[in-house]
């Protein structure tokens, strides 16, 4: 019983470390991290029990203050994700108190009175809500690094949370215990109480979703940037094969027969060129032409380039340049040469250009990939290479 005891005067205290423990970033601890958390945990139980002679609103922003310092003083993290992890933490403490201490008031009210009790209530109501906030929320934050940086989305959160608990705790005191509707007056004030602490969790962590999408998107951003990049090199590669190809046919109408033989070996090589109708697929195809032939992989191709001309040229240098890069890598670890094949079909289906992908694997899989587009006009003809 002096445990249970003492672990119901400390439940705040114990509940919002326990709650934090959800949120703190685990994998970032700094050194010395459990003499760190030894004292910091020390630290805080003491401080939060010797200043007892405060009000009560005081103590909360007394325990919350040193919750911060305890994160911060224990993971590697900015002082606004310290803040975050707090804000979070102070939000499920708040949840669970206000949740175990209606059916607690419920039984006081029916003249049933039992610390026992109490306590297993308050320990029913950490784990429930714990694991219902682990799984709605903190999942979100353990499968990558947290992405936030709005320092106003945290002040706010912050300061309407602690809005939120003294204005309870204001309505709690003007409440008349002995009134009839005192227990109904109660119950609606920690339910709402409770929707007010969900509510700045939803907010604060739908900041996390957009910052992690903005995130993606600069990623890729990114990826198509260095795409294009490669597209306008790969052009300015075609065009100096242009220029060697036609050198070397004036040189061939002057050269000797030996000299010619050499020539028209090395216009055989230059000679891997596509017209499909599309700049950019030919550009393409001709690059990934030259690595199959390095790989020893035939490339057999049937395109009808006019089907992407809706197509920014180096988002069908990226998107085909991928898919044909994987089916070489996948290739390059075949020994059977006749199974060393990649297979590319461009055509129009209605209002849909297709693009297929197809090439031996020793594991089965079909992959394909289609490009929904509106086309200005009908395929004229159709370029095999």
């Excluded at 119950?187 to 995130?215: D, G, Q, R, V, Y």
């Excluded at 030919?282 to 089907?307: E, H, M, N, R």
């Excluded at 898919?323 to 297979?343: F, G």
């Amino acid at each position: 019983m002096p445990v249970i005891n003492w672990i119901l005067s400390q439940q705040i205290q114990l509940g919002m470390i326990l709650c934090a423990c959800l949120f703190v970033p685990w994998g970032q601890r700094r050194s010395c991290f459990v003499p760190r958390l030894a004292a910091g945990v020390c630290v805080f139980l003491v401080l939060t029990d010797t200043l007892t002679f405060l009000p009560f609103w005081a103590k909360l922003l007394l325990y919350t203050t040193l919750l911060f310092a305890l994160i911060w003083f224990s993971f590697d993290c900015s002082p606004l994700h310290a803040l975050f992890y707090t804000t979070c933490a102070y939000a499920v403490q708040h949840i669970t108190s206000k949740l175990a201490y209606m059916p607690i008031i419920w039984l006081f009210q029916h003249g049933r009175t039992d610390r026992l009790v109490n306590f297993v209530i308050l320990l029913f109501s950490n784990l429930v809500v714990c694991l219902v906030i682990y799984l709605l929320f903190t999942l979100r934050i353990r499968r990558g690094r947290l992405l936030f940086d709005n320092v106003k989305t945290v002040l706010y959160s912050g300061f309407f949370l602690i809005a939120a608990v003294y204005l309870s705790v204001v309505l709690e005191d003007v409440l008349d215990s002995s009134a009839e509707s005192y227990l109904t007056a109660y119950l609606a004030l920690n339910a709402f109480c409770i929707l007010f602490a969900i509510t700045i969790l939803a907010l604060e962590f739908s900041n996390c979703s957009i910052k992690s999408l903005e995130h993606e998107n600069e990623m890729l951003e990114h990826l198509l940037e260095c795409d294009k990049q490669q597209y306008e090199q790969a052009k300015k590669d075609m065009e100096k094969i242009n220029i060697r190809y036609h050198d070397l046919k004036q040189q061939y109408s002057h050269a000797t027969d030996e000299e010619r033989a050499r020539l028209e070996e090395e216009m055989d090589n230059l000679n891997l060129r596509y017209f499909t109708g599309n700049k950019a697929l030919d550009i393409t195809l001709t690059q990934k032409s030259a690595l199959c032939g390095q790989a020893g992989i035939q490339l057999v191709c049937s395109a009808d380039g006019s089907c992407l001309e809706n197509m920014k040229h180096y988002h069908i240098y990226s998107l085909l340049g991928n898919a044909l890069d994987n089916a070489i890598e996948c290739l390059t670890q075949v020994s059977d040469a006749s199974k060393r094949v990649i297979t590319l079909d461009i055509s129009r289906c209605r209002d849909m250009a297709v693009i297929r992908v197809q090439n031996y694997t020793p594991h089965r899989r079909r992959c394909g990939t289609a490009l929904s587009s509106q086309p200005n006009r009908i395929p004229r003809s159709m370029a095999t290479a």
